[in-house]
């Protein structure tokens, strides 16, 4: 408790107004941004409407969303991967809806934004090859497909889906 009490002591006269003592609760003051708030917020937005203009914004928070990193702990780790997922989602409606828009490039570095997060997202790896393709860049595309190939089979030790295969078929 002693340290609970300095650590707020300090706090208090470092950043005055951050904290809120209502007695027996102590919180964050209403101005302050939570930028974990910020990242649910755009997720719930193009889950419930889609792209709406804000497609950089939403691409550089979503980017840069972490969560306590290097902290271990269950409940963090849970909220870690809990953050993970919805950014995928995320990426993969900015990017399947920007392939849809014939805007390429957002789709590709959507998808891109999503494999970095989780290499072996096959929705992502297929939005990849379709926005390549549609740029009329076959040989992109078959390079996607072959790293994802060779990383599924080395990592899972599975071949690509019926459908992925499809995608580059037509490529070749």
Same mark, same amino acid.
């Given at each position: 408790?002693?340290?609970?009490? *300095?650590?707020? #002591?300090? @706090?208090?006269?470092? &950043?005055?107004? $951050?904290?809120?003592? =209502? ?5 964050? +003051?209403?101005?302050?941004? *939570?930028?974990? #708030?910020? @990242?649910?917020?755009? &997720?719930?937005? $193009?889950?419930?409407? =889609? ?5 950089? +914004? ?115």
């Amino acid at each position: 408790m002693e340290s609970l009490r *300095v650590s707020i #002591h300090l @706090v208090s006269r470092q &950043v005055p107004g $951050l904290l809120v003592n =209502g007695g027996a609760e102590l919180s964050l +003051s209403d101005l302050v941004e *939570v930028d974990l #708030h910020r @990242v649910r917020s755009c &997720v719930r937005e $193009l889950s419930q409407t =889609g792209l709406n203009g804000h497609v950089a +914004s939403s691409l550089s928070l979503l980017r840069d969303a972490e969560l306590l990193p290097g902290w271990y702990d269950d409940w963090v780790l849970f909220e870690q991967n809990r953050l993970r997922q919805d950014r995928l989602h995320a990426f993969h409606i900015i990017g399947r809806e920007s392939l849809a828009r014939r805007d390429f490039e957002v789709a590709l570095e959507a998808s891109e934004a999503a494999l970095e997060l989780e290499p072996l997202y096959e929705s992502a790896v297929g939005l990849v090859i379709q926005a390549h393709r549609k740029q009329g860049n076959n040989a992109a595309a078959l390079r996607a497909f072959e790293k994802y190939r060779t990383q599924l089979k080395e990592d899972m030790g599975l071949a690509p889906s019926e459908g992925i295969r499809r995608l580059v078929a037509e490529a070749l």
